[in-house]
């Protein structure tokens, strides 16, 4: 199985400023199409996961350009810039290239 | 607008069986795999289960295998997950998702405890 293990933030991370979120595979997560196949989900309390980017680096419909993804085939990188207070939560990220599928711990972002 | 609904949830004897649907709206639902997936209270989340379009793909997690169904009916635009043997481990809110991930349900709690 692929292992996914994410970096923590040093909370609370103030307002305007930029944060980095960090997840790293265990296997290279590249397909043989070219794609990183590497989601970044947002749970923010009391909520279902939103999606953020797929493909490492492709925002979602509707998603701020706040929100940044990158990476290579097994580092990964999710920046949010000018971070707000509705940016708090926890961030996922989850491999979909092969199954079984599986999630990061999670990372928390605390807003001052 | 697309909409996940989840239900069936709710309190279990350990041993014993349940069963979840998702009813889907706002998209051609037989046009889309679907996934569940869990979270325990104050946990990260945990893929279940997945099923293609037409049901001919699925696949489960190691630690719900021989114990989990994954279904759907498209006539009926609703996706399943039959639980069986339930353990302690299983309680969690348990999401639906449509194969893109863009879309989930509110979630729907199941408790194992006697």
């Known amino acids: 199985d692929i292992v996914m293990t994410q970096g923590v933030l040093p909370n609370p991370v103030p307002s305007g400023e930029s944060a980095s979120i960090t997840c790293r595979s265990s296997k290279s997560l590249v397909y043989k199409d070219g794609k990183t196949y590497l989601n970044w989900f947002l749970q923010r309390p009391g909520q279902s996961p939103q999606l953020l980017t797929y493909w490492m680096s492709t925002r979602a419909s509707g998603v701020s350009d706040r929100f940044s993804g990158s990476g290579s085939g097994t580092y990964f990188t999710l920046k949010i810039s000018r971070v707000r207070a509705e940016d708090a939560g926890v961030y996922y990220c989850q491999q979909v290239r092969e199954y079984p599928l599986t999630f990061g711990s999670g990372t928390k972002l605390e807003i001052k | 607008e697309v909409q996940l609904v989840e239900s069936g949830g709710g309190l279990v004897q350990p041993g014993r069986s349940l069963k979840l649907s998702c009813l889907a709206s706002?998209?051609?639902?037989?046009?889309?795999?679907m996934n569940w997936i869990r979270q325990a209270p104050g946990k990260g989340l945990e893929w279940v289960a997945s099923?293609?379009?037409?049901?001919?793909?699925?696949y489960y997690a190691d630690t719900v295998k021989g114990r989990f169904t994954i279904s759907r009916d498209n006539a009926k635009n609703t996706l399943y997950l039959q639980m069986t043997s339930l353990r302690s481990e299983d309680t969690a809110l348990y999401y639906c998702?449509?194969?893109?991930?863009?879309?989930w349900g509110q979630g729907v709690m199941v408790t194992v405890s006697s």
């Open positions: 099923i293609s379009s037409s049901s001919s793909y699925i």
């Open positions: 706002g998209f051609t639902f037989s046009n889309y795999g």
């Open positions: 998702a449509r194969q893109s991930w863009e879309s």
